[in-house]
């Protein structure tokens, strides 16, 4: 703690000054450190002093003291959780998982080796209750589930057979049997959705709920505004968006999307993806924080090649990160834990093992526990 000498502070007549704020300061005046350097008016952008830092103000003729216990994020790291996107995948079964374990004994398993999970299946459907209180009893108390918003709420192009049966026949579909979504469909869709959610928000175990948008939601013929009808909906979690059109993140529309990020904050979803400039790859230089409660990096692979013409899942990702790789990665991360209360880090190059390989050697570099293998009996 840095402590500066001051001649303590005169005391002051109420009536003849302005509306003092609770700092001291008189509103609409001038001020400078003890070393002459200007500090900006209240409600002018300022960067934080160091937590439980005493600093000696000087206004005019006369001191004040000041106890800038402001942010904590400058003090202290948030914490890292890595997992993987989905604990199911045909690669982790053939390749991660020990030869004969059951599908039921899948994520008990994964939860011995990490804290997090981003569930993919339920951007397909929405689970029943009875799948979603199976997650919370096959998991450890403080196990986080990130969950995928239905693709329909993503924008996608959805078949109706993909909606909860009650909403089904009540759909629009155009004359590919597509669905059209109406502000009564995204509501009710939503409302089932939470249904769902809140068995895992009792729980305590419901970590982000994430929107992945499709490429065709771009700046060119959308408007964020379009959102807010389902981020009020969702007021109550966690919401992380994760843009799939590069135009939202580039030039001058990226700080107008940070913007609109922070006013409802919604947290912006940080990519690692291929070097390559194609209309639905996000740039891998951004580092958003647009909530301070948590920031979150996906991490894709780095194969252009497959990315754009993969026909697959684990086509399109493709990719085993390398140990240099991971150390980049390690250290992008922390990085945005010195701003952010927690950070999420999910590997999505769902190709073989390369993504539970990933996050292990990731946990690894970060210094973090990681659990022995459990000796599970293969079974012939």
């Known amino acids: ?206 970590g982000v709920l994430l929107l992945q948008l499709s490429p065709a939601f771009s700046p060119r013929k959308h408007d964020l505004s379009e959102l807010e009808r389902l981020i009020e909906m969702l007021r109550d979690c966690q919401l992380a968006i994760e843009f799939r059109n590069r135009n939202w993140a580039i030039g001058e529309q990226l700080r107008s999307t940070i913007d609109f990020l922070r006013r409802h904050r919604a947290i912006f979803v940080n990519i690692d993806a291929p070097a390559a400039e194609h209309f639905t790859i996000m740039p891998s230089d951004l580092d958003e924080i647009t909530n301070s409660q948590l920031a979150y990096l996906r991490l894709h692979g780095r194969n252009a090649e497959a990315y754009l013409r993969g026909k697959t899942v684990a086509a399109r990702f493709n990719y085993d990160y390398a140990d240099r790789e991971i150390a980049e990665v390690a250290e992008r991360s922390k990085r945005l834990a010195a701003d952010a209360r927690e950070v999420h880090v999910v590997f999505n190059n769902n190709n073989l093992d390369y993504a539970p390989r990933a996050a292990t050697r990731l946990r690894a570099a970060l210094g973090q526990y990681v659990a022995r293998p459990p000796q599970t009996p293969e079974l012939f």
Not at 6 to 19: A, D, F, I, L
Not at 30 to 51: C, F, K, V
Not at 165 to 174: F, G, K, S
């Open 1 to 206: 703690m840095i402590v500066s000498r001051c001649p303590p502070r005169e005391p002051s007549n109420s009536n003849s000054r302005g509306k003092k704020e609770a700092t001291g300061f008189t509103r609409g005046r001038d001020y400078t450190d003890i070393e002459g350097r200007a500090l900006p008016r209240r409600g002018s952008p300022a960067q934080p002093i160091s937590l439980l830092r005493i600093v000696c103000f000087r206004r005019e003729s006369r001191f004040l003291f000041l106890v800038a216990a402001t942010d904590w994020r400058q003090s202290r790291p948030g914490r890292i959780l890595v997992g993987t996107a989905s604990w199911s995948d045909p690669g982790f079964v053939e390749r991660w998982y020990p030869k004969g374990i059951q599908p039921g004994e899948r994520l008990a398993w994964y939860a011995q080796h990490f804290e997090m999970v981003e569930v993919n299946s339920t951007f397909y459907s929405v689970p029943d209750a009875r799948m979603v209180d199976r997650w919370c009893k096959n998991t450890p108390d403080a196990f986080t589930f990130d969950v995928k918003l239905h693709q329909l709420l993503s924008r996608h192009s959805t078949p109706a057979k993909l909606l909860p049966p009650e909403l089904q026949r009540h759909a629009e579909t155009d004359a590919k049997g597509k669905v059209k979504l109406t502000p009564a469909l995204e509501q009710a869709l939503t409302e089932i959705f939470l249904r769902a959610m809140s068995i895992l928000q009792g729980a305590g175990k419901l």
